[in-house]
């Protein structure tokens, strides 16, 4: 039987500053190694994996508008994506990307979905248990199926899900929202698992419970609606509330690479990009985005990133306080992958921006116009065509190296792109 | 008496890099506060220093043909400057100062002439104590006077003057090359002084001694056959030969900034440019040259600056270790201060570079053309004149914002100037 996945990609970005912005969360940060010493993100590792377990597998996301071109940037046009027209927590958005699957998909009501983030830090165990507990809820044992991880600490930053036996599978006695430290010990002294957000159901199941908890006839109508659903987690609105339902034990690695400190733990080498790192560094991760070098000389547990947004320089233990910190700093993004290509700020003056855009082979911005901006386009490689004012009367011409500079009056701006 | 100052400005800026490169040396670093809380160098510093204590100071800087731009754009066009057009050490480099001196400027053989580095940190004392040197010159109670720096500790990294007795002026009983460790101790366990490179001496003098250990008749000579002088220290060619030397002892604030260590000392607050300090920051310092911010978390004894060559993060101590990993790194000047303005290379890729310029008013580059560079200005802000192929048949246009983009062919390409 296909596994139906559906990965929930959301997030901010502000912990994992500068290499995250409002546009790029974790997810998409290209940190981790490939076979081939190329670099991949948490998306696409995660997506990469899947289909190493199951190349039958049908992987969808749940996302925001912001990220859809980053997704297809990266996992490339054929991954079908739920988009949420606006954040409005786990429910309404597991709810959407069920009418998607099902209605655009073509998914039936007994085949099983499974439901996982996209950005924990796993290996392919955690693929192989996804497949165990989309089996489970096919086998009908349970209407919801909930992965519990053993944990290796006791958190204070997850949910758990206390199993009634200590079987492999077992019924749920109980679901704990993210406790404090000593109630973190106590779960755990009885058994306790996280909550990692995994679940998996028949794609009926959560059919119904969408139609009986909001009001709306097919995806295109809950589409429509989605601004007007009401904020509410998936957890509050469904799991605590079900009486049938089975939790799958999982004491494979599984982290979350929430702040600098577990991300670096991740990865295979202590440096990417145009880094030199001294004699004296000990446990010194550096990550460069910039063409510029990082020098690094004489530094213990840090951490040091760079992008266009900013660096960061930072004690390892010290980088979960990031967010208060990056809440002031202005959040223009800087960068960002576009279905079309990369964009790129390379300097900003109190009246203009030079932007740096690399257009992929055969790939077109969007036509678009500016109120109150002058553009002037310069072309530094490569060969295109721009065209100007689309429709009748449009004029347009070839562009190449050095050949295209144009000055774009604020009024009449044209429709641009770039072909 | 007016005071004749030579200011030697020299250096390659390695050590303080990427804040320095071979254009920029260290004395050219914006970092201490002006009164008016703007940012100047330490050769600012030290040129408005010395008009303050003296107004009538006739100050010359000896210098490199590389340095003139930035001399001028931070001490303005009066200052008198004499272009070594190579580097020969400071004998050589002292001739031909004093020889601009007399012929150029005027100034007779009688008169003093103090000569010193441009780059020691020091406080208005020190200037004071210039003026003393100077007029024991005048005096002609010795034909070279030199300064003695009353040691605050046995480095390795001075050479020592060892007077013949202890009061505030006495004969030089022996010059001492740098020392190890344990002559240091001994030398200073003897009185002995560091010497700083300060010296003075009637104008006569060392036109004698220039005349009789080089060839040449008079400083536009000189100055043609400069590339062919051999390599010889001042200490070495003069003043270690000298017998009726005198050295005045200087015991108030004199430091050397050559480390990032130092320098950070002589900063008056921890960060410069758009920076933020974290709550568990200790003894840390930031100097961001780059627009974007620098977010600097939990870290004790250390240094972040940041330039369009380059970005450097050091524990302190061990920031006296740069050079060898700076001489891998790419040298490329990334920034430069020019006569008519400053010049920063934003953006670098395989085949194209982008150069922000910024005219100062009123300035204008000098006519240039490239033999395999397409050139393409593109005016941000202002106003200006571009002139083309100057001389008969120019054709020249004004240019304003975004209005003279214009692709120029490697081939042909113009002489092109904004004035």
């Given at each position: 039987?296909?596994?139906?996945?559906?990965?929930?990609?959301?997030?901010?970005?502000?912990?994992?500053?500068?290499?995250?912005?409002?546009?790029?969360?974790?997810?998409?940060?290209?940190?981790?190694?490939?076979?081939?010493?190329?670099?991949?993100?948490?998306?696409?590792?995660?997506?990469?994996?899947?289909?190493?377990?199951?190349?039958?597998?049908?992987?969808?996301?749940?996302?925001?508008?912001?990220?859809?071109?980053?997704?297809?940037?990266?996992?490339?046009?054929?991954?079908?994506?739920?988009?949420?027209?606006?954040?409005?927590?786990?429910?309404?958005?597991?709810?959407?990307?069920?009418?998607?699957?099902?209605?655009?998909?073509?998914?039936?009501?007994?085949?099983?979905?499974?439901?996982?983030?996209?950005?924990?830090?796993?290996?392919?165990?955690?693929?192989?248990?996804?497949?165990?507990?989309?089996?489970?809820?096919?086998?009908?044992?349970?209407?919801?199926?909930?992965?519990?991880?053993?944990?290796?600490?006791?958190?204070?930053?997850?949910?758990?899900?206390?199993?009634?036996?200590?079987?492999?599978?077992?019924?749920?006695?109980?679901?704990?929202?993210?406790?404090?430290?000593?109630?973190?010990?106590?779960?755990?002294?009885?058994?306790?698992?996280?909550?990692?957000?995994?679940?998996?159901?028949?794609?009926?199941?959560?059919?119904?419970?969408?139609?009986?908890?909001?009001?709306?006839?097919?995806?295109?109508?809950?589409?429509?609606?989605y601004e007007m659903l009401t904020r509410i987690s998936f957890d509050y609105a469904v799991a605590e509330k079900e009486q049938d339902i089975a939790v799958m034990r999982f004491d494979g690695q599984w982290k979350d690479l929430g702040t600098w400190n577990t991300l670096t733990e991740a990865m295979s080498e202590n440096t990417i990009g145009n880094v030199v790192l001294g004699d004296h560094c000990e446990n010194v991760h550096v990550i460069n985005e910039l063409t510029a070098p990082i020098l690094v000389m004489g530094l213990r547990n840090a951490v040091v990133s760079a992008s266009p947004q900013g660096i960061l320089v930072s004690d390892k233990g010290e980088s979960s306080y990031i967010k208060k910190y990056v809440e002031h700093i202005d959040d223009r993004v800087m960068f960002a992958e576009k279905s079309w290509g990369t964009y790129r700020v390379v300097n900003v003056e109190s009246d203009s921006v030079m932007i740096m855009n690399t257009l992929n082979p055969g790939a077109h911005m969007s036509y678009h116009s500016h109120e109150s901006r002058t553009e002037i386009l310069t072309v530094i490689s490569g060969t295109g065509r721009i065209v100007m004012d689309p429709g009748p009367g449009a004029s347009s011409w070839t562009a190449s190296r050095g050949m295209c500079p144009r000055a774009m009056s604020s009024r009449s701006v044209p429709a641009a792109g770039i072909r």
């Amino acid at each position: 039987m296909a596994l139906n996945i559906v990965l929930l990609s959301g997030g901010s970005g502000k912990r994992l500053w500068p290499l995250s912005n409002d546009i790029r969360s974790k997810q998409f940060i290209k940190i981790f190694r490939r076979p081939d010493g190329s670099y991949e993100s948490m998306v696409q590792q995660m997506y990469r994996e899947i289909r190493e377990v199951d190349p039958d597998a049908r992987v969808s996301i749940a996302t925001s508008k912001s990220q859809v071109s980053v997704i297809h940037n990266q996992l490339g046009q054929d991954v079908g994506i739920s988009v949420e027209p606006c954040r409005r927590d786990t429910f309404p958005a597991i709810a959407l990307a069920t009418m998607y699957l099902h209605d655009v998909q073509g998914v039936g009501e007994d085949e099983p979905v499974v439901v996982c983030p996209c950005d924990p830090y796993v290996e392919r165990e955690y693929f192989a248990a996804l497949r165990r507990l989309s089996e489970l809820a096919a086998s009908g044992r349970a209407s919801l199926c909930v992965m519990g991880i053993v944990p290796t600490y006791p958190s204070e930053k997850y949910g758990y899900v206390v199993p009634a036996s200590d079987g492999r599978i077992s019924r749920v006695a109980a679901f704990k929202e993210k406790p404090d430290l000593e109630s973190a010990k106590q779960y755990i002294a009885r058994g306790a698992l996280w909550n990692a957000g995994v679940f998996a159901f028949r794609c009926g199941y959560m059919m119904q419970k969408a139609h009986s908890l909001l009001e709306f006839t097919d995806y295109q109508d809950l589409f429509a609606k989605y601004e007007m659903l009401t904020r509410i987690s998936f957890d509050y609105a469904v799991a605590e509330k079900e009486q049938d339902i089975a939790v799958m034990r999982f004491d494979g690695q599984w982290k979350d690479l929430g702040t600098w400190n577990t991300l670096t733990e991740a990865m295979s080498e202590n440096t990417i990009g145009n880094v030199v790192l001294g004699d004296h560094c000990e446990n010194v991760h550096v990550i460069n985005e910039l063409t510029a070098p990082i020098l690094v000389m004489g530094l213990r547990n840090a951490v040091v990133s760079a992008s266009p947004q900013g660096i960061l320089v930072s004690d390892k233990g010290e980088s979960s306080y990031i967010k208060k910190y990056v809440e002031h700093i202005d959040d223009r993004v800087m960068f960002a992958e576009k279905s079309w290509g990369t964009y790129r700020v390379v300097n900003v003056e109190s009246d203009s921006v030079m932007i740096m855009n690399t257009l992929n082979p055969g790939a077109h911005m969007s036509y678009h116009s500016h109120e109150s901006r002058t553009e002037i386009l310069t072309v530094i490689s490569g060969t295109g065509r721009i065209v100007m004012d689309p429709g009748p009367g449009a004029s347009s011409w070839t562009a190449s190296r050095g050949m295209c500079p144009r000055a774009m009056s604020s009024r009449s701006v044209p429709a641009a792109g770039i072909r």
